[in-house]
């Protein structure tokens, strides 16, 4: 009843809201079967981005009124572009503690929800992960000076969601979890070799292309598995650098890069009839490419710092299973019976190689463009 009462008034403040007006937040936050904690909190994005102190009640009475202004003319693609480049400061705003321990949270997702009058406030859904401790049997939500007041709803299986109205800069009331929390280590390895299998088939067709690149002109299997093995150092690496914020480049730069990466290896089977020393260095250095493109990836994943370890070692080796599974039906069902036929280089392994060159490049204009 209590959440009824809150949705209606909300829905009520909405409509006689004006772009002006500094409205409640809503943080909903919801716990996994392996204690993984997720929050959507839907607030004022371009008030934070701006500064705008939370206790007015118009932006207009804000010092930073203009810039506020100037965030309201962003569409939702630029808009978004600003909450990823703040990321680690919105995830630091997040104050969320169970007994004496702090909840670290990453941003995994942001959207900015649609308003069919630009005279109302725009809002901006949030998405933060992050790991409970073992053990846990509450929560408590403190809300960040930056952030307005806020709803607070703790949603549970099978039980009425616990809500709570958190001022700006206080903290919630211990929200109870009914239950303790305990992770299953083994229970969060296979969900993460499962995230990254399914990267790999059938979600990863970039991937799945290049390696089938590598293989056409593998004729005998120890190329392949040097080549392979190169790849996986490498990726293993900028995977592991891209995910501790040591080295991040942009999508924009690097999905191109990676299309890129399948036309040179299209391009070489037709000029090159058999692997070579430098084969396997391009072959790494473009592993590094398509690391960054897999830590991008289990970035919006939202893998929690508490299991970036565990997480970051099973993702890859469901990324090798993957790559394992496309080598091996490649070459058990086509290359084993017809790789040591001399018309295989001119029959097979260019018309094949030129149809990859061409999907490459289309991808990497595709990319360039968008």
Do not use: C
């Amino acid at each position: 009843m209590k959440s009824l009462l809150l949705a209606l008034l909300l829905a009520i403040s909405s409509q006689l809201a004006s772009a002006h007006e500094m409205r409640p937040s809503i943080a909903s936050l919801s716990v996994d079967s392996q204690g993984i904690l997720t929050l959507d909190l839907v607030t004022n994005l371009e008030a934070w981005l701006a500064e705008v102190n939370p206790s007015l009640s118009d932006t207009n009475d804000s010092p930073n009124a203009e810039q506020y202004d100037r965030y309201r003319q962003l569409d939702s693609d630029a808009l978004t572009a600003l909450a990823d480049d703040a990321s680690r400061d919105l995830a630091d705003a997040i104050h969320i503690r169970s007994g004496q321990k702090t909840v670290a949270m990453t941003l995994s997702g942001v959207e900015v929800l649609p308003v069919d009058d630009p005279e109302l406030p725009r809002d901006t859904k949030l998405q933060f992960v992050g790991g409970l401790p073992d053990g846990a049997d509450h929560l408590v939500y403190r809300v960040d000076d930056r952030f307005p007041n806020t709803a607070v709803r703790l949603f549970l299986t099978n039980a009425d969601p616990r809500v709570q109205f958190v001022k700006t800069g206080a903290s919630s009331d211990p929200l109870s979890l009914d239950q303790h929390v305990e992770r299953s280590v083994l229970g969060l390895i296979d969900e993460y070799i499962q995230l990254g299998f399914t990267h790999i088939i059938p979600r990863g067709l970039d991937h799945i292309i290049f390696i089938l690149g590598l293989t056409l002109i593998s004729k005998r299997f120890i190329d392949l598995v040097i080549q392979v093995t190169a790849f996986t150092v490498a990726h293993s690496v900028t995977l592991a650098m891209g995910l501790y914020g040591v080295l991040n480049l942009p999508a924009s730069i690097v999905e191109p890069l990676i299309a890129a990466s399948i036309v040179y290896v299209a391009i070489e089977n037709i000029w090159h009839h058999r692997v070579n020393t430098s084969r396997t260095v391009i072959v790494f250095a473009f592993g590094l490419l398509h690391g960054l493109g897999f830590a991008g990836v289990l970035t919006e994943l939202g893998l929690p710092e508490r299991d970036f370890v565990i997480g970051l070692l099973s993702f890859n080796g469901g990324v090798e299973l993957g790559q394992l599974a496309v080598i091996l039906i490649a070459y058990f069902s086509v290359g084993i019976w017809v790789l040591r036929y001399s018309w295989y280089q001119s029959r097979i392994a260019t018309p094949l190689s030129a149809v990859i060159g061409l999907i490459g490049l289309y991808w990497f204009f595709e990319r360039v463009v968008a």
